[in-house]
């Protein structure tokens, strides 16, 4: 059994307050802004000391089995609970069968071409539920510092309504009156393929099996990226 990883992490920052002219309020403000940059600044040290786990290993070809080789490293921005984060990840390659690993996107569990991590996701469909996309945009700024814009939690819910519909099958839409309003160009019954996502996602929402959900969600996400590594050479 793997010797689990210890992380210390260390939180700390400083504030500078007048008194004269400070008031609670600001001093609130801003404890929580820097915290906010002292929690992602804690992310990305530890994501450094995950990758340097991940990799003390061999790093095989999930194709060939065949070691594989460093190839340097690529800039990625993901989109974490604290914030937006800019992670430098190393790549590796198969000689044999052109096949590239980023062992520590294997490990987060983000597939090519996604930013938001699994966790925001779940907070952005969390608030989607009951808001207009563009409202639940404005709570996530205003509140958790995460930036995303209507049309992309649109996305997300589009990305995200197949296992949902496979976790609960098909919402029903009756007495959905505010939802009717908010897809106003459906016409007066609602009935785009856009309303069902919502209503899906509201029956999820309040059939006590949200948490249950997004918990297989993120084993699943994480056990797929391997299998989407092998991939990779065929869409090159």
Known sequence: MPTPLTLPVEISFRITLDLQSATFYDLQRDIRREARQALLRALRTSLGEVEKALLAAP?????CCAPM??????????????????????????APCGTVRRPLD???????????????R??????????????????????????????????????????IQAAIGPA??????????????????GGTAGAARVLQLRKLKTSGLWEQY?????????????????RVQGSR
């Open 59 to 63: 790093i095989l070809c999930p194709t």
């Open 106 to 120: 294997e490990w987060i569990g983000l597939a090519e071409g996604t930013e938001y991590t699994a966790a925001v």
């Open 172 to 189: 029903r839409a009756e007495g959905e009156e505010p939802l009717r309003r908010r897809f106003r160009r459906a016409g007066r019954d």
């Open 122 to 163: 779940e907070q952005v469909l969390y608030l989607s539920a009951d808001l207009p996309y563009e409202r639940a945009a404005d709570v996530l700024r205003h509140v958790a510092g995460i930036g995303i814009s209507g049309r992309q939690i649109q996305r997300l819910l589009e990305a995200e309504s197949e296992h």
């Open 69 to 94: 080789r460093s190839r340097g490293r690529t800039m990625r921005r993901i989109v974490t609970v604290f914030g937006s984060l800019a992670v430098r990840r190393a790549r590796y390659g198969c």
């Open 214 to 230: 997004w918990a297989r969600r993120f084993r699943q996400e994480g056990a797929v990226l391997p299998e989407a590594a092998r």
